[in-house]
């Protein structure tokens, strides 16, 4: 934790990176993003620097990262896609002004418009998940098997049985917490 705020959960994949700015949505919910500052943050570390953002930018963002979950772990669980979800995603995604550049190194990046705007960050964001939702990518949603956080999660292991959104957090807890449990459980041995 830096400067009073919870570290983010970065993952490879950038819409469900962005969901997870709200984590333990099933327990005590954590939000990594309360500020406009956080979300200039969490897009710079992602990518996206922009120069600033308002309140009512981070109430976009916000919205955005919401319809994302929703809709993912509809596709997740193959329920039908929210419409309002996929409304909000839809609109993101048109109204910003990025391009997919090439890098010397033959990577793939998103460019902002010359304004660097946070619409224009969330519609790279937005157009991810709709590559994902839509099943263009190789690998499968999936939701964290923890209890406190089910975050949907874009499995892209060789097996497709990915059962924790980060090992280094929901599945440490949960291998920790089955290990308590069996100690408590043991029965002890007669001295």
């Given at each position: 934790?830096?400067?009073?705020?919870p570290?983010?959960?970065?993952?490879?994949?950038?819409?469900?990176?962005?969901?997870?700015?709200?984590?333990?949505?099933?327990?005590?919910?954590?939000?990594?993003?309360?500020?406009?500052?956080?979300?200039?943050?969490?897009?710079?570390?992602s990518?996206?620097?922009?120069?600033?953002?308002?309140?009512?930018?981070?109430?976009?963002?916000?919205?955005?990262?919401?319809?994302?979950?929703?809709?993912?772990?509809?596709?997740?669980?193959?329920d039908?896609?929210?419409?309002?979800?996929?409304?909000?995603?839809?609109?993101?995604?048109?109204?910003?002004?990025?391009?997919?550049?090439?890098?010397?190194?033959?990577?793939?990046?998103?460019?902002?418009?010359?304004?660097?705007?946070?619409?224009?960050?969330?519609?790279?964001?937005?157009?991810?998940?709709i590559?994902?939702?839509a099943?263009?990518?190789?690998?499968?949603?999936?939701?964290?098997?923890?209890?406190?956080?089910?975050?949907?999660?874009?499995?892209?292991?060789?097996?497709?049985?990915r059962?924790?959104?980060?090992?280094?957090?929901?599945?440490?807890?949960?291998?920790?917490?089955?290990?308590?449990?069996?100690?408590r459980?043991?029965?002890r041995?007669?001295?």
């Open positions: 934790m830096r400067d009073g705020f570290d983010f959960r970065l993952g490879a994949v950038l819409a469900t990176s962005f969901t997870g700015t709200l984590s333990e949505r099933q327990g005590n919910a954590v939000e990594r993003i309360p500020t406009p500052q956080r979300l200039v943050d969490w897009l710079a570390v990518g996206l620097a922009v120069a600033s953002c308002t309140t009512a930018q981070l109430e976009l963002a916000r919205e955005l990262r919401e319809s994302i979950h929703a809709a993912a772990t509809a596709a997740a669980v193959q039908a896609l929210p419409a309002s979800a996929v409304q909000v995603i839809n609109d993101c995604s048109a109204q910003g002004r990025a391009a997919a550049v090439l890098t010397p190194d033959g990577k793939r990046r998103w460019q902002l418009g010359s304004a660097s705007c946070v619409e224009d960050a969330l519609s790279v964001i937005a157009a991810d998940a590559s994902i939702i099943g263009e990518r190789d690998g499968k949603l999936a939701l964290c098997a923890s209890p406190t956080c089910q975050a949907a999660f874009f499995d892209t292991s060789q097996s497709r049985t059962r924790w959104c980060d090992m280094n957090t929901c599945g440490n807890r949960q291998k920790k917490a089955r290990f308590i449990a069996n100690q459980n043991r029965p041995s007669a001295e």
